[in-house]
């Protein structure tokens, strides 16, 4: 059976390719989205992809998640900065996460440097552009316990 991966944006990734495109580039989430599923497919897992603006709605599905999901891609947004509660949630349901950022927040703000996912990730990626989801995804599929090619 497909294995399956939780892919996770939070707030304002619904505006990528349109959203200060100097620093975010010009593809859309739904274009991110349609690019992960097929990567995913080539490799028999399956991509479920949510987005939201609202800290609880995150939390909440990766709640839901527990017993769910292989492995769980999480691009926090502004929510990487401030968030014990995804943290929390994370350490919680005890399923292993990538952290993804398109930007590269160290070379930003300094208070973007600060994550409250970080130590606990299995990896972060940040500063590859959108590729950074289908590095998350080809890791993920390596190295997180993700059946690959098994039916
Ligand atoms: O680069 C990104 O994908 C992250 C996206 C955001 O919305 C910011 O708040 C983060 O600081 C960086």
Known sequence: MAQ???LINGPNLNLLGTRE?????SATLND???QAKIQASELSIQVEAFQSNHEGAIVDKIQAARGEVDAVIINPGAFTHTSVAIRDALLGVGIP???IH???VHAREP???HSYL???AQAVICGLGVFGYTAAIEFAAKHMKVNVGTS
């Open 4 to 6: 399956k991966i939780l």
């Open 21 to 25: 495109p100097q620093i975010y580039g």
């Open 32 to 34: 991110v989205v349609k």
């Open 97 to 99: 996460f990538v952290e």
């Open 102 to 104: 398109v930007s590269n």
């Open 111 to 113: 208070w973007r440097k």
């Open 118 to 120: 970080s130590d606990k």
